[in-house]
């Protein structure tokens, strides 16, 4: 794949976009990681090549194998056969959408990139508008919904609880209603590609990258079939994972309570020891030392958790294990060159 001149700090963070770059007909990447998505596969091709086709550009779509367990691949095997612009990325096992995405990502060659889900909740439909922004020299191009479909209340209760917190604890602020549907230019995503960090949480990536953005509204469609795979324990991992990659803030916060705590115990001890002097010795008082030995205990333990936690990932990301491993690509000119991780 082609590679642009590396961009620099100047570059990334210049307000204006540049017109003249280039003429952008440029070639478009669409990137669909699928997992078990066998049933959507026809509709979901049915419904985008179309729309492709009437773009004024080259196209290609990744498709990204994430070790499903049904008929997906040959599924999507028959549609690279039928038309060989569809490419196929088969991932050795379940690696998850995140890492899924990353991988697609690696694969395109595209001028403008638009990573999209398999079960036509991303309308299509949008592409053009997502093109014509581009072209007036946006690099980055997002897609905000109306309003979350096919959603329980508890997860939207959950999304906002979410939001909230990462928006006061981290430096970079998510955008509301942005998912990953979006139009990425090739600049962009090769900084994402760049980013060796393992914990893969691509709202913060995608934010964190910054660029000139603009955005147009959508109306997210239900699922076309199947069941979503984000229950509610993965989605509380998924924020797990967005938080500490992007905030230092839950290791911090324990020296603020510990001051707080001191200080209270400092007051008490003067406040005993006033007490003991005025009135001499009496010899309860055992409660609070069993409730001061427990509360202390109990924060101790809770530190040394989230320490952990981070100390985990830290051991994860110096392992430099590949992020996933390709197990075989289908349509790439260079199949040997195609980047195993
Ligand atoms: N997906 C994936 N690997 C996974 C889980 C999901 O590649 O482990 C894909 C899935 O096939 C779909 C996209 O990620 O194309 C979004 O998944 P889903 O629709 O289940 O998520 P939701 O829309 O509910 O957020
Ligand atoms: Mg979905």
């Known amino acids: 794949a082609p590679t642009p001149a590396p961009i620099t700090g100047d570059a990334a963070s210049a307000p204006k976009p540049s017109r003249s770059a280039r003429t952008k007909r440029g070639r478009l990447s669409v990137v669909i990681p699928f997992y078990n ?9 049915e419904r985008l090549v179309p729309v492709l086709d009437r773009l004024d550009a080259e196209w290609e779509v990744v498709c990204v194998n994430d070790g499903s367990r049904d ?5 999507l095997l028959d549609v690279h056969d039928a038309d060989p612009r569809v490419k196929v990325v088969d991932l050795s096992r379940n690696f998850g959408k995140e890492l899924a995405l990353s991988a697609g990502l690696r694969h395109t060659t595209g001028d403008a990139v638009v990573p ?15 093109l014509a922004k581009w072209r007036e020299g946006y690099d980055v191009v997002v897609a905000v919904r109306h309003a979350r479909v096919g959603q329980s209340l508890k997860h939207r209760a959950f999304a906002r609880a979410f939001y909230w917190i990462f928006d006061n604890l981290s430096e970079v ?6 998912g990953d549907f979006r ?9 994402i590609n760049r980013m060796p960090e393992r914990t893969r949480f691509m709202k913060g990536i995608f934010a964190w990258v910054g660029f000139r953005q603009a955005s147009i509204p959508y109306q997210q469609g239900e699922r076309a079939g199947g069941d979503t795979k984000w229950g509610f324990l993965k989605l509380l991992s998924l924020s797990f994972d967005g938080l500490t990659a992007f ?34 010795i009496d ?55 195609a980047p195993a991780s």
């Not at 998505?37 to 091709?45: D, K, R, T, V």
């Not at 139009?183 to 900084?191: A, F, T």
Request: hydrophobic residues 50%; without cysteine.
């Open 37 to 45: 998505e066998g049933p959507n596969i026809a509709a979901l091709f």
């Open 116 to 130: 999209m889900d398999a079960d036509l909740q991303h309308p299509p439909e949008l592409l053009p508008q997502f």
């Open 247 to 280: 905030s230092t803030f839950p290791l911090r916060v324990w020296s603020l309570v510990g001051m707080a705590i001191s200080g209270f115990a400092f007051v008490y001890i003067l406040l005993r020891l006033l007490r003991t002097l005025i009135y001499g």
């Open 173 to 178: 602020k998510l955008p509301r209603e942005v």
């Open 183 to 191: 139009l990425m230019d090739r600049r962009v995503v090769d900084v």
């Open 283 to 337: 010899v309860p008082g055992y409660e609070s030392l069993l409730a001061a030995v427990l509360f202390m205990g109990g924060i101790q333990l809770v530190t040394l958790g989230v320490i952990g936690d981070y100390l985990g990932r830290v051991f994860n990301e110096v392992k430099g294990r590949p992020l996933y491993i390709v197990r075989s690509a289908h349509g790439f000119e260079d199949e040997a060159a």
């Open 71 to 75: 008929d997906t691949l040959d599924r």
